[in-house]
């Protein structure tokens, strides 16, 4: 049993970054905008989540200007995606 806890990904533990990874693991790009919105969240919670899993190599941000207006949207890496994965079949292992 201790091993399947081992498995659980720490940076994960938060609800807000579990929310965060589960919609940028269905999406190509998500506006911070967005995010926001659909978590219920203020700026700096959201802010500080996304520099947390950013500094993991988790997400990238991807900053741009529509108009004359600058937008920040993130993206989940590889390596984001492949430890979302593991943690959730680590889930799924302790839930069985």
């Known amino acids: 049993m201790k091993d399947i806890i081992t498995k659980l990904n720490k940076a994960f ?17 998500v506006s911070f905008n967005y995010l926001k919105e659909l978590l219920e969240v203020t700026d700096g919670n959201l802010a500080s ?25 993130y993206q989940i890496t590889t390596l984001g995606r492949l430890s979302f994965q593991e943690h959730l079949n680590a889930l799924e292992t302790l839930i069985k």
């Open 13 to 29: 533990e938060s609800r807000i970054r579990l929310a965060i990874m589960s919609v940028l693991s269905v999406n190509d790009a």
């Open 49 to 73: 989540h996304l520099k947390a899993l950013e500094n993991m190599n988790y997400i990238t941000a991807i900053k741009q200007f529509i108009g004359r207006k600058p937008n920040t949207s």
